[in-house]
């Protein structure tokens, strides 16, 4: 199992043993305990804050140790009617081993010897102390140390994976996206809890009528779950109608090295499932019966909620659970509750609860909207639907602010983000229309976050091909309007819209033509590579003729997937339609993809000429962008071949943005510019977000070159400490490639001091996550730290590691 995986422990006996020893001779202490989420949540403690990062770890693992001991044995001594007596002296605890032994319980002796021996180590009591004592054989008590060693092991272990699993928790219950309260259904979740306690793997079909509360009670079923199982991938898809969505949302979940068979994404999903635990929930699913048999099969080894209007016929290893509408005590507690919040009396909440219960009966979303409709003066209870239809013509004006939320998915947008987006068009956003769609109910706010959010039945109800032709004509109008409006929006609202029209549930409102020919260049700031490669190829499969720019960035998405082959074939194809068509900026983008790819094959040669000639059009026609993406390649290019003078001299051109600062860096480090490459990380630190995805890997990449600015300073121990760290925290975010070379520059590190078991674990560790992602250039320094390892261990001597153990 590649140790990427959440729900498999890298430590081992070994390191409870060696920890079990610090306790009675403090030592540098270095193994793979003291990077377990238990010593990361320990050190959080203010009591931590004077604390060297290192010697915080080592402290927080002994005091852990000790407590482990000490509440184990306490409870097996009550259990046994034996008194808690702290010995005083070494006689005493003598005397107290000599009395347990009386008890012939091996578990208690066991216990006994961890304590008396480790927590009570100031007494100095040796194995030969504690045989004699118990009036056991010495062998008998290598015996017992060996197998509370065992058990310490597996109750570290148990608290280990108690800890992962309430931080995998607190994370996936954060980015659920729907925060609907949840209204009784009791024995739903009862059912489900008990499907998911009873198999290894579930799939659970919640089926019901539109606006039921499947989404809330989905959400509930996954809180319930996560706190009680650890999952490597987990994922949200609103609105699948294909298997193939599924596979691409695996794969933009993934390191695209990660995949065995990148001309066979189902085999590689199949092969993925069988090894790691996948959680899926598929919300508001529009399969065909024929299409959910598929899936049935596709899923076999993952855990599956899923949320549908249609129960589908009999599939084998579904179980459906068909959700109705909540009984008149529920409804009316519910309606009262809402009625209450929005600032009615008692009295008027008990009128309009029966009022609305009369008119919708016990929808919990047609509540919500006929609530709204009263609220609102409207004379009229119609059914949810109407409700909507009758709004968006009523208020013609709101709708635009309207779909332009319900255009940033389920992200929502930030207070902040709503004055500068006003400033530059106040018809798609604005305070009082956030608040006209807040007291109707129809968008939900965080407070905490600052978040506004369409709600997840609205924006559904909004895109339903059951909409009239007016009503949908009138959507693709202004998804339109504010594709038009594009360019004078955030970068982060961009990428948002983009996201989401991307997606298969906008695409009867989008045009995907105007959006490919106007948008393609921000695919290279986007997340989501693999949605704009599907895009992209299917506008070009569509067309006759294809625009040399848009074949560049189909060449810059294949080679972000890997597929390098049909990337340079892409970037010829480019560079030659732009030279006939005297396309010169189109072929300069064909010019830097094709440096790309040979940068990253290590053709440098082809590289450099590439680039140099993509370098010189940016230069000619004064194209600011294209220069500075084109720099970019170019400073690594002269990284890569160790020409740091031109590095240095291209960064100073470009803007001091976070990506150009860590090439500065790297730059830095490698002419040994020591202070100023640890100035240019506390600024790089300040200036990533805390509070996104794209920040925590920022974070991951910062504490890889402090790694490396340690290990050139000859600070073996600090570098392996920031490598182990990044390689933890690219862990938590599904990049395992980047995890595995962390963990072999960290036993690069380790290996140039006395650690060497320790490197070797860890080499043993990046190893197999290389070998199942076939990551060549891992591999290659991994083997060579190996070698070196193993040489060493062999012959105890002061080898030197060659320059390619380290090139990470």
């Known amino acids: 199992m590649p140790s990427g995986s959440t729900t498999k422990l890298s430590f081992t006996p070994r390191a409870i043993k060696q920890t079990l020893n610090a306790l009675i001779q403090p030592a540098n202490l270095q193994n793979d305990l003291l990077y377990s989420k238990l010593v990361e949540q320990r050190i959080q403690h203010p009591y931590y804050e004077g604390f060297d990062l290192h010697e915080a770890r080592v402290h927080a693992l002994l005091s852990l140790t000790e407590e482990m001991i000490l509440s184990v044995f306490n409870d097996i001594r009550e259990g046994l009617y034996i008194g808690h ?34 927590v009570m180590s100031k007494l100095n009591i040796s194995l030969d102390d504690f045989a004699d004592a118990a009036r056991i054989h010495r062998r008998t008590a290598q015996r017992y140390q060996a197998d509370a060693i065992q058990a310490l092991y597996l109750h570290f272990t148990d608290r280990e994976l108690s800890v992962r699993r309430e931080t995998q928790a607190a994370r996936i219950i954060a980015r659920l996206p729907d925060s609907t309260q949840l209204i009784d259904r009791v024995d739903i979740l009862e059912r489900a809890r008990e499907l998911f306690a009873k198999e290894g793997t579930a799939f659970v079909l919640l089926a019901g009528p539109s606006g039921i509360g499947k989404t809330a009670i989905a959400c509930q079923i996954v809180r319930d779950v996560v706190k009680s199982r650890l999952f490597d991938l987990s994922l949200w898809l609103e609105a699948p109608s294909s298997h193939k969505e599924i596979l691409q949302a695996f794969q933009n979940s993934i390191e695209p090295n990660e995949l065995a068979h990148q001309s066979n994404l189902q085999l590689d999903f199949i092969q993925y499932s069988q090894r790691y635990n996948i959680l899926l929930i598929l919300d508001d699913a529009q399969f065909t019966n024929d299409e959910m048999a598929q899936i049935t099969h596709l899923l076999a080894h993952c855990c599956v909620i899923m949320t549908s209007l249609v129960t589908y016929r009999a599939h084998a290893g579904v179980s459906v659970l068909r959700i109705g509408d909540l009984n008149s005590e529920y409804a009316h507690a519910y309606t009262h509750k809402l009625a209450t919040n929005q600032g009615l009396s008692t009295a008027e909440a008990n009128s309009v609860a029966q009022i609305v219960m009369a008119e919708v009966g016990g929808n919990p979303s047609a509540i919500q909207l006929a609530l709204g409709a009263i609220l609102g003066y409207e004379q009229s209870m119609p059914t949810p639907f109407s409700v909507l239809q009758r709004f968006t013509r009523e208020n013609p004006q709101i709708l635009v602010p309207l779909i332009f939320l319900a255009s940033m998915g389920s992200e929502g947008i930030h207070r902040h983000e709503v004055d500068p987006i006003a400033g530059v068009d106040s018809s798609l956003i604005s305070e009082n229309a956030l608040a006209f769609l807040r007291r109707r109910l129809f968008i939900e706010y965080n407070n905490q976050k600052q978040l506004f959010r369409m709600r997840g039945s609205i924006t559904k109800q909004l895109l339903s091909t059951l909409q009239p032709e007016d009503i949908t004509h009138r959507v693709g109008q202004i998804t339109t309007f504010i594709l038009q409006r594009l360019p004078i929006l955030p970068e982060s609202s961009q990428q948002k819209i983009l996201a989401a029209y991307l997606s298969t549930k906008w695409q009867l409102y989008v045009d995907l033509h105007q959006l490919v020919e106007q948008h ?159 100035k240019t990380l506390g600024i790089i630190e300040e200036a990533i977000p805390n509070d996104s995805g794209i920040g925590h890997v920022r974070f991951a ?71 199942d992602l076939g990551d060549a250039v891992g591999l290659q320094a991994t083997r060579t730290n190996i070698t070196f390892a193993q040489q060493k261990i062999d012959t105890d001597s002061a080898l030197t590691l060659d320059d390619d153990a380290f090139d990470q």
């Open 85 to 118: 007596d702290i010995p005083k002296t070494r006689d005493i605890a003598l005397n107290q081993i000599n009395q347990y032994a009386i008890h012939a319980a091996p578990v208690l002796l066991e216990w006994a010897f961890l304590y008396y021996r480790f």
């Open 520 to 678: 393609h260049m921000l695919a290279r700031r986007a997340n989501h590579t693999y949605v704009w490669f599907t895009n992209i190829k299917r506008y070009i499969d569509s067309v006759n003729e294809v625009s040399p720019s848009i074949l560049a960035t189909y060449a810059y998405c294949l080679r972000r997937l890997s597929r390098f082959e049909e990337a340079h074939n892409a970037c010829e194809i480019a560079i030659e339609s732009a030279g006939r068509d005297g396309d010169f900026l189109a072929m300069g983008w064909g010019l830097a993809e094709l440096g790309a790819v040979f940068l990253s094959l290590g053709a440098y040669r082809k590289a450099q000429e590439a680039l140099s000639r993509a370098h010189d059009i940016a230069m000619q026609y004064h194209a600011d962008e294209l220069y500075i993406y084109v720099s970019k390649f170019r400073t690594r290019l002269s990284l890569d071949t160790g020409n740091y003078a031109q590095a240095q001299e291209i960064i100073q051109t470009l803007p001091n943005h976070v990506d150009i600062l860590m090439l500065q860096v790297e730059v830095n480090i490698n002419m040994q510019d020591w202070n100023i490459a640890t």
């Open 701 to 771: 990449e910062l504490n890889l070159l402090r790694g490396k600015l340690y290990y050139e300073q000859k600070l073996y121990l600090g570098a392996a400490e920031y490598f182990r760290t990044a390689a933890s925290q690219f862990e938590e975010q599904s990049m395992f490639l980047q995890q595995g070379r962390c963990l072999t520059n960290a036993a690069a590190a380790l290996l140039h001091t006395e650690y060497i078991d320790e490197a070797w674990l860890l080499l043993q560790q990046s190893h197999g996550i290389q070998l």
